[in-house]
């Protein structure tokens, strides 16, 4: 079994920041990618940001530029730093991550940006 523990969300004024964090617990041996993802009610999930296994980041077009993601391979976490906060950044924040041979998902944090 693999846990996946957020941290982190919360409600900010437009343009201020805000710090998530994710830990995978468990029995697993290596993590491939992990990321974030978000939903807002009424639409599909999206991809915020992932990172590799060696570091390699992508990123959503919406968030490119103002969210950073990080990973400790050894603590087994992900982190994803976010700034410039916008209104249209609010949802729900999932944490995911790939163990072979499936991918992983954390319960979800709240993110509200308030206008």
């Not at 995978?24 to 296994?53: C, D, Y």
Request: glycine share 14%.
């Amino acid at each position: 079994q693999v846990q996946l523990v957020e941290s982190g969300g919360g409600l900010v004024q437009a343009g201020g920041s805000l710090n998530l964090s994710c830990a995978a617990s468990g029995r697993f041996s290596v993590i491939n990618t992990m990321g974030w993802h978000r939903q807002v009610p009424g639409k599909q999930r999206e991809l915020v940001a992932t990172i590799t296994r060696g570091g390699s980041a992508g990123y959503g077009g919406s968030v490119k530029g103002r969210f950073t993601i990080a990973r400790d391979n050894a603590k087994n976490t992900v982190s994803l730093q976010m700034s410039s906060l916008k209104p249209e950044d609010t949802g729900i924040y999932y944490c995911n991550v790939n163990i072979f041979p499936r991918d992983y998902w954390g319960q979800g944090t709240q993110v509200t940006v308030s206008s």
